[in-house]
């Protein structure tokens, strides 16, 4: 690990930028407090922020970042990720680089989190930067902060977009930086992860990470998803954390305090809104903990599946699987293999096959080709020599469903050897969620 997993780098606003903070560590056999205390002391002094009169620790020497993870201090501090992920996963992320742009409601409380977790650097991007900076160096010293006051456009891009991050996280809320970074993370091969609306939504529990072009009953979403469509011909593809909850109130109207005054006069930035929407403050929060929670998962190599949005209630479910008896009478003249019931085939449709047919389950299509009735689709087995369980359903439309019985298992290995390979990892999982 070099010294790129030692930093940190947040972004801010619009100015100059601010040094380097070195990370170091202890090398002598000194207690957690002691030990901590100097690490402290050393970024602070460093930072030309005093303690008091305590002196420099003259122990205090660099560590490479591989040893970072064997430093008693760090690895109790990290001790829950390292029973979570496991010391190997762990150690992606503490060699991770995250940028973070937008220091709101949102950013702030993502990069935080990002930090408790130890992730190696980091660049956040609004006026706050130096403030966190400071903040930040008291929880996690063993990371290399950096601050920068600059406001992210085409001028900057490649400078905040430099250095090869794991993960870019978009936390802005004005929707033509929003859109420019997104296209210019999409042009650099960055991996990114974008904040939708969290203004005037009270329910924490409708919020979803998705594809761009699933996320709906959002107005940022869908202005986001027009303007990188028409301007840059991004048509998804691109995580997103946003909620299903309907806004709860509009924007409110400019009250200046004087006649002369007018929005602009209270823009911290050219070119950005002032911020005259409802938001209840504990939503951007919690959008924040979501984004920090999903990269670091991914960080870390944590295979997971984030949940489809598929807007149907337990009667859709009972009619696909009202039909798949009916099809298993027909075919097999009984329907006695059937081994699954109603709630199952909601696992089935929704998380397995996110409510589309196997062949249609390209993340060109996500979205657009969203099912909204069970009017064509169905159930029907993949391996005809085995019972229609968990493992064995594929959902298909009608006529996908005939030419299916028709064919055999070796034929579309032969054919679609790609078909055959996807809908054998979908079952798989299947298989070793349910332990069958």
């Known amino acids: 690990m070099g010294e790129r997993a030692k930093e940190w780098l947040l972004a801010a606003g619009a100015g100059a930028a601010v040094g380097a903070l070195s990370a170091a560590a202890v090398m002598n056999p000194l207690s957690r407090s002691k030990r901590r205390e100097g690490y402290v ?16 620790n003259r122990h ?3 560590v490479g970042s591989s040893d970072l993870l064997s430093d008693e201090v760090v690895s109790e501090q990290l001790t829950r990720n390292i029973q979570f992920f496991g010391m190997d996963s762990q150690k992606k992320v503490t060699e991770s ?4 742009i937008g220091l709101g409601g949102v950013g702030s409380h993502a990069t935080s989190m990002l930090l408790r977790s130890g992730v190696g650097r980091d660049d956040v991007g609004t006026s706050k930067a130096l403030c966190l900076k400071k903040h930040f160096s008291m929880i996690y010293p063993e990371c290399q902060i950096d601050a920068k006051v600059q406001l992210y456009d085409a001028s900057s891009e490649a400078e905040i977009l430099s250095g090869q991050p794991d993960f870019v996280l978009d936390c802005i809320d004005n929707i033509d930086t929003k859109v420019a970074l997104l296209a210019a ?4 091969g960055l991996k990114v992860l974008s904040a939708m609306g969290a203004g005037a939504r009270a329910d924490p529990t409708r919020i979803r990470v ?5 996320s709906s009953n959002d107005p940022l979403s869908r202005s986001v998803r027009y303007r990188l469509k028409k301007e840059h011909g991004i048509e998804g593809g691109i995580p997103v954390v946003f ?3 309907k806004p709860k109130a509009k924007l409110l109207p400019f009250q200046a305090s004087k006649e002369e005054e007018t929005p602009s006069d209270y823009q911290i930035v050219p070119g950005f809104r002032v911020r005259i929407i409802p938001v209840l403050g504990t939503i951007p929060a919690i959008f924040g903990q979501v984004m920090a929670s999903y990269v670091i998962t991914q960080l870390a190599g944590l295979d997971f599946q984030t949940e489809p949005v598929v807007n149907l209630d337990l009667d859709h ?3 696909l699987h009202q039909r798949l008896i009916e099809h298993e009478e027909l075919m097999y003249g009984t329907a006695e293999q059937v081994l699954v019931d109603a709630e199952e085939v909601m696992y089935i449709v929704k998380e397995l096959w996110r409510g589309r047919s196997a062949r249609d ?18 159930l029907v087995r993949w391996d005809k020599s085995k019972a229609a369980g968990i493992s064995n359903l594929i959902l298909l439309k009608f006529s996908e469903a005939d030419a299916h019985e028709s064919t055999t298992l070796f034929r579309i290995k032969e054919e679609e050897p790609e078909f055959y390979s996807m809908v054998s990892r979908v079952l798989k999982r299947a298989e070793m969620e349910f332990a069958l």
């Open 317 to 319: 479910y009972r009619i």
């Open 210 to 214: 998705a594809d761009l072009r699933e």
């Open 243 to 245: 909620s299903l909850e």
């Open 41 to 56: 002391r050393n970024l602070l002094e460093s930072n030309g922020m005093t303690t008091g009169n305590a002196r420099p």
């Open 60 to 62: 205090l020497s660099a």
């Open 185 to 188: 993370c999409v042009r650099r």
């Open 97 to 100: 680089y995250v940028v973070v």
């Open 361 to 378: 389950q390209s993340q060109k299509d996500t979205g657009q080709k969203m099912w909204r009735s069970v009017n064509e689709l169905m």
